[in-house]
């Protein structure tokens, strides 16, 4: 009679194949990479030190990232990953498309100022000197998941086009507002960062950037043709809603 302890009768554990064990060693380096340059910095950061904090060898690291340059784009597509999980909220907010748009813009500037170490990755990853050096699949890899977010951000738009007053040819009309208001959030997370508006505005801009965000924000959208009473103010609820999702 067979019992559980029955080696021969025992569920089989699937092994993970090559390609799962390849991804999954990927992953930790990533993660190892992200740690220690939320600590050091990215030009501080040395491919043996990453190696001796994933525990293999630096062939097996060069193996996966033949460069750093390819590394750095590593991070950037794993930080668009992390960053795209949190648009669920958007998709899922019970308002209009306009606002599904606005939370979206929201959550995608608190990602970059809660996670300094991946939206850095993703800065410097758009180099020309770096992507140009790395290995094209990872840069197309970049592209791809670039592209897959700023396509969700242009359906929300399109979604929105009676709110702003859009006829015809929605796309072309909404696209400049889609690419503008990408580059406010990039733009001002990019200063807000750094100490090169301290001159002008003292910490303001690093101690009120989701504030200052929220009415330019508003401001952008007002100037494409979203006319309601007091937009900056709606725009400030929704920030006020979604502040607290890490």
């Known amino acids: ?22 991804q999954q060693r990927e992953e930790l380096i ?14 501080e950061l040395k491919m043996s030190d990453l190696a001796r904090a994933c525990d293999i060898s630096v062939g097996t690291l060069y193996a996966h990232f033949a460069s750093k340059e390819d590394l750095l784009l590593g991070l950037a597509i ?36 809660d996670h300094p170490q991946w939206f850095e990755a993703e800065y410097l990853a758009l ?3 770096i992507w140009q050096r790395a290995t094209p699949s990872h840069h197309q890899s970049q ?14 738009l399109s979604d929105a ?23 406010l959030s990039f733009g001002m997370n990019a200063l807000a960062l750094s100490e090169i508006t301290d001159r002008h505005y003292g910490t303001e801009l690093r ?30 609820d929704l920030a006020a809603r979604y502040a607290d999702l890490k």
């Open 207 to 236: 101690s009120n950037a989701i504030d200052i965000f929220c009415d330019s924000l508003a401001d952008l959208l007002a100037g494409a043709g979203w006319y309601v009473d007091d937009a900056r103010q709606i725009v400030r």
């Open 161 to 183: 086009a009676n709110e702003l007053g859009v006829s015809g040819d929605v796309i072309a009309q909404t696209r400049n507002l889609n690419l503008g208001s990408w580059g």
């Open 78 to 113: 794993l930080a668009g990953q992390k960053r795209a999980g949190f648009f669920d909220y958007a998709h899922a907010h019970d308002g209009s498309a306009m606002e599904k748009f606005i939370v979206a813009s929201l959550l995608d500037i608190r990602f970059s100022i």
């Open 30 to 43: 990533l993660e190892r990479a992200g740690e220690l340059i939320a600590e050091y910095g990215f030009f």
């Open 127 to 129: 180099a020309p000197s």
């Open 143 to 156: 592209l791809a998941g670039i592209g897959r977010i700023t396509e969700m951000f242009q359906s929300f």
């Open 1 to 22: 009679m067979a019992t559980l302890n029955d080696p021969e009768k025992q569920p089989l554990r699937q092994r993970p194949n090559r390609i799962e064990k390849r």
